[in-house]
């Protein structure tokens, strides 16, 4: 994988949910949250560390669209 997008939508309460679909055809997402932006960026990486198995299956690049 390339590319993975994550969309973030801010909560009522201030803080932020990050969701991407890591694969179209079974509806595969990794979904995540954070209270600030900079706590979300780490949630982010960590995310990503747990769903994928190994550095190689990473994608290259990570897209944050708010």
Not at 20 to 34: F, M, P, R
Not at 37 to 46: A, H, Q, S
Request: aromatic content about 4%.
């Amino acid at each position: 994988m390339k590319e993975i997008v994550f969309i973030v939508e801010q909560e009522e309460d201030g803080g932020f949910v990050a969701e991407a679909k890591v694969n179209e055809n079974e509806n595969e997402q990794i979904v995540t949250e954070g209270n600030d932006l900079d706590e979300l960026k780490l949630m982010i990486r960590e995310a990503l560390e747990c769903h994928f198995d190994n550095s190689e299956e990473m994608p290259k690049q990570v897209t944050v669209i708010m």
